[in-house]
């Protein structure tokens, strides 16, 4: 029986969008090598232990902060909120839901000022804030696009054990539910949140958490994400293409996941659509469906199920991988005792079946 | 020891491009289905038994002919040649070489006149001809353009189990070779050759043959290939798609591979290169970089190695298959006896070598 | 001086965004040819008078009426608001304004409940609804999607004589401007003004009216827009391609402007930026910049500056139109006495300066 | 009445493609600029005079050198023949015409080997070669790919004051014909003329000659061409943007023209048919049909019918230009006395005719 967070007596604060990933890393060097020299970040600022990363289309100071560390994980998950005030509510609001929280008024990274950090309720480091630094937007700076430009970070994605009870507490903090995906049983596997008008700011994975599954950027169309796999392929570092490029069911975005040195997975993210209307539908998708995650039915590779980032409290240290009691999904779909159908009309519900099955994926 | 075909001493047939492939089926209407709503393909010309289709940019009579059948085959790789000459050539080339050769003034098809179908030293039914019915090229139509458009017919593919033994003949009859897979053994596991200036007229893929591996038709870029996909998602006929889309190794091309009704393999094929210099140069990959096949390091499914259509002799009855002696290119690089790298100089050569592997591709 | 519109003291209705727009066709049976077989919006519903037409990835009822009449012209510009309670707000709103309002419980179209439609300040009907009913969103029917597929409405554009009277009166309406053009003197020659996260939901063009200067949908990517006009091309009515396509300075988009069988200017637009954060930047463009409307400094025609569709008041009788009496952008940057530069630098701001203009571009 | 050049009796050199273009140009680092930096060709070789640029696909050493100079001008269209002994073909051939030929074994340029040059009967520098250094083919170096990456040369086109002339030349030199523009009293504007399989390694455009119209590179597809008309934007050199981006009708290629810093104009060209076949289909464009130039209607610049870069003799001068006698393309299609139809039907021949025009375009 899920133990639900609280709903707070005091408003939400009005969060805008996910605005930027403090990520860390253990070797700068390399890491640089990943998001400026293959994926073409734009550098904001960077000294010898910190990158301030942007994509081309945004104006504040930085989507992704690298910060040189002992142990890979990420340090905090940033959302910009509407007003300077929103900063308070945010304080307030977790304050009476009893997680620690620490407020800083000259920001936790350069280029963001007051903040506030908390240890959330599923055990992940959120930061909201609302003064930032302005900097160039590159938007019409095509003597800077390349082939595979990331235009803007899209959503961040989490793991959590229970994601009932994630998805109620960001309800709760204003984030609604565009897509999940779920059982004849009940049983929720994954549900996408948002805040801005696209499919989502975050989602949550049911799994071993609290994690980072990974953090998304987008691109234009859909060619500059063939040209990340292709430029992949040159460099030969092909095995850190971790799955795709392919179509998702959920969302409908082209998608592709790659593995930053650290192992941190990386999502590039094209085409989703608008939610912004007060009534837009909810699409929840039958975990059994073996176009929900891929709408071609390629297959999913068990290490997109298994690998995740720790994520850090407060003072820096990895928050312990709580287990997911519920069904996986992996074990329902995948291998001799999963079951997954392509027709639903053709599948009998055994593992015998053998209409709308995706030919040549059995292993 | 291969037993290389002889060469004939007569001059060859100057082959002009691989023009049409015949296809027996054994339902017509869902293989309408298929090739015409599905895929696009413009028909010519159709009747209760037989369909005569086209691509977008073609100007002679058909690329493809579905013709009703008890048994799922190839029944004719159609080429033609450069003048009516040739198919007298032809056809004194083939009789030297003793194979069956039968000639028909009036053609073996609609559309098509004078020709000469043979029962080629490999076991494959080869045409050749001159004469054909223009129609209308439909490349400014763009009324007619679908969002996954098929534009030219681009290459056969057959299966044989004598790679070498294969290219020989092929080079005697004009075929020049682009591309060739093989190992630090000699081993040849497929060639690709080519007479019009892309990679490829047709390829020779090592294994059990005669059969037809594929037929590829091209696309003008590479969002025509994912339409195709996130068509036959909606369809819910993704389990139709085999293997892709991807970039290719060999052939630079960006490509899918689905299946017909009949489990005609079909290729979707776009943006290969150049090869009509005298010397191009040709491109060797080893069998184990796990780049060749799939530039992005993405498995091959089994089945695109094992399964293949039969071929018909010149009474329509199908070819007995011969057994590849040699060895395979799934054994050698799939599953936990073979070996694949994506850096070469990570690589030990043992099977318990993990670097530069493709994570989450191991089953 | 401008006499601008007064503030109401009661709150604005929270308009969510741009929703459709209701056109009075003079023969249904053309324009349906040029809405459905040429662009291919989905009809939603239709009968002999009435055509309800809607984007692939639309869930409302429409997005386009399309409705028979004497008269050529734009009957209604509607917008989604955020709650029920919100249609009662607009009816307050532009009574305090003074403005003729009719409220029906029932809607003014199908599939649209309960509204308010107003003359408003500018002379405009506007229409103010929540109620709608959900149709099939075609998001993931690829089976139907085009090669040219419109996927969403975008915005409209409005052509006022006053564009610094009909921005305050916008503002006052919630909406916030993404950019304008201006020239030194301090004239406003257009601005672009946002409810939703895109640069626009409608954009006021300097100019006589009230009148509709077009209605944008959007694609997914560039090479829809290119099809659209290929297709044009070959039903040899290239003459009602009217600029473009091309890239715009302002919004960043890339654009196509068309006219359909009255006359009614339709643009198609993709990839413009998020301007969903507080502090979005505003960006102003110098109306001498010759890269403001076409990043690539392609001239612009002259009826894209002078052509537009009449409003009609909600008698249904055409608005009379009023002359604008400051500067006119054509005037300013076209022909013998008009200014433009590309590089500023490079400009003397003197007719003969010959640097930094586009070459080949004068007549 | 044509003075036709006579046919040799001798057998012409077997040409395989154009190859390279030797330009002459007046600032080396404004012309690297430009080539290099804007464009993105690859540098195979420089010194403090000369620069070796290839196309991204491109085996052979260079496809355009970059000489410095006093005059900018072309000072060799370069062709690759099928053998050494074809060089020797090409020096029997011109020296039967009655042409200035000279002879270098160790060639004109670095990289190449035996070459002869000519003065060919229309006054322009052929060079004919087989040796060629071969280099990187940097075909799947996606690490070097740019957004508009320019991927292999594709022609040349000259101006020559009698078209039929120059056909008739070039027919008897190998080439075939696959397009040309005719109007209904014989006389013939443009034709485009292949040896590889597309639709020209040269085209001749009537005009005062002999001059360079343009050399023309190929993208994969349409978006890189966008991309770099949306880089000459950010850069600020749009004025150099001459015509385009758009689709052409001859041909069917999506095009651009852009200037160089000596005015000589570059075409980026992609996406045009194969040739291959014997009888492959001529197509005749009306010279006033608005969509030969344009498939859109889009009109084309007057300077892209007047202006071209001078060629030189063997010995570096400027060959004198001739005056085109008949009719001109621009006088019978542009402007108060030319004559252009949409759709053939709707027009009188008339100047006053309306229907059929594009709107817009008249000045």
Redo the contacts between chains.
């Keep these: 029986m899920t133990n639900f967070v609280p709903t707070p007596s005091v408003p939400a604060p009005d969060i805008?969008?996910c605005a930027y990933l403090e990520l860390v890393v253990t070797d700068l060097a390399k890491s640089r090598e990943f998001y400026v020299d293959l994926l073409g970040l734009h550098v904001t600022e960077e000294d010898e232990n910190t990158i301030y990363l942007r994509s081309f289309?945004e104006?504040?100071h930085h989507n992704l902060v690298l910060r040189k560390g002992p142990v890979a994980a990420a340090a905090a998950f940033a959302y910009?909120v509407?007003?300077p005030e929103d900063v308070d509510a945010a304080e307030a609001y977790y304050k009476e839901l009893g997680c620690r929280v620490e407020r800083r008024k000259e920001g936790f990274t350069k280029g963001v000022g007051d903040s506030v950090r908390v240890e959330d309720p599923l055990g992940f480091p959120y930061e909201f804030f609302y003064e930032v630094e302005?900097v160039e937007?590159l938007?019409?700076?095509?003597?800077?696009?390349?082939?595979g430009?990331l235009v803007?970070l899209d959503h961040f994605n989490q793991v959590t054990p229970d994601v009932p009870r994630g998805r109620k507490y960001l309800e709760d903090l204003g984030f609604r539910v565009s897509e999940d995906i779920k059982d004849s049983d009940g049983v929720t596997y994954a549900a996408w949140m948002h805040r801005?008008?696209t499919v989502h700011d975050t989602a949550l994975t049911g799994g071993n958490g609290p994690r980072l599954h990974h953090i998304a950027f987008s691109t234009?169309?859909?060619?500059n994400i063939?040209?990340i796999?292709?430029?992949?392929?040159?460099?030969?570092?092909?095995?850190?293409?971790?799955?795709g490029?392919g179509?998702h069911?959920v969302s409908?975005a082209?998608y592709l996941y790659i593995?930053d040195p650290d192992g941190h997975r990386i999502e590039i993210y094209t085409?989703d659509?608008?939610t912004?209307?007060?009534?837009?539908?909810t699409v929840t998708w039958d975990v059994h469906d073996?176009?929900r995650r891929d709408?071609?039915?390629?297959p999913v590779?068990?290490?997109?199920y298994t690998e995740a980032s720790l994520v850090l409290d407060l003072d820096g240290k990895p928050q312990p991988v709580i287990v997911r009691e519920e069904k996986s999904e992996m074990a329902v779909t995948v291998g001799a005792d999963g079951f997954s159908y392509?027709?639903k009309d053709d599948a009998s519900g055994e593992p015998t079946a053998v209409e709308?099955?995706?030919?040549?994926?059995q292993?």
Tied chains: 1, 2, 3, 4.
């Excluded at 938007?139 to 082939?147: E, I, P, V």
């Excluded at 709408?295 to 390629?298: C, F, L, P, R």
């Excluded at 590779?301 to 997109?304: A, E, G, L, R, Y």
């Design positions: 805008v969008r289309e104006f504040i910009r509407r007003t302005h937007r938007t019409q700076r095509y003597d800077l696009y390349s082939a430009e803007r801005k008008q234009h169309e859909k060619h063939i040209q796999c292709d430029k992949m392929g040159a460099l030969r570092i092909s095995d850190r293409i971790e799955r490029p179509r069911g409908n082209f593995l085409q659509y608008y912004g209307d007060p009534d837009n539908p073996n176009q709408w071609w039915g390629n590779v068990p290490s997109w392509t027709r709308g099955f995706k030919l040549g994926a292993v």
